[in-house]
């Protein structure tokens, strides 16, 4: 069956940097957009990042744009969320997902991964 399993979350200051990784099996990854997204406590689920299957485009939300940086290495069924300049904002747990011919639809997610920004 189908995994993604992250990790590298934690507890950072302001303004220090974390890199989470998403290991994948059970699928075909190099045919798979993934993405991240997050969830703060008591706020929906939302998207922060994706990457086409080859990695050649990639989408963040407005709010990481400039701080985040996705990427993915085929060869070993992973995908990286290098995240800098981290605020006390981005506090939530963080999901990876993997679709299917979209970077906007998804049909696998991970179990997540906290991370916690003190101020």
């Known amino acids: 069956q189908v995994q993604l399993v992250e990790s590298g979350g934690g507890l950072v200051q302001a303004g220090g940097s974390l890199r989470l990784s998403c290991a994948a099996s059970?699928?075909?990854?190099?045919?798979?957009?993934m993405g991240w997204f997050r969830q703060a406590p008591g706020k929906e689920r939302e998207f922060v990042a994706a990457?086409?299957?080859?990695?050649?485009?990639?989408g963040y939300s407005g709010s990481v744009k400039g701080r985040f940086t996705i990427s993915r290495d085929n060869a070993k069924n992973t995908v990286y969320l290098q995240m800098n300049s981290l605020k006390p904002e981005d506090t939530a747990v963080y999901y990876c997902?993997?679709?299917?011919?979209?970077?906007?639809?998804?049909?696998?997610w991970g179990q997540g991964t906290q991370v916690t920004v003190s101020s």
């Open positions: 997902a993997a679709g299917v011919g979209s970077m906007w639809k998804y049909d696998y």
């Open positions: 059970g699928l075909t990854f190099g045919s798979y957009a």
């Open positions: 990457i086409r299957e080859s990695g050649d485009s990639t």
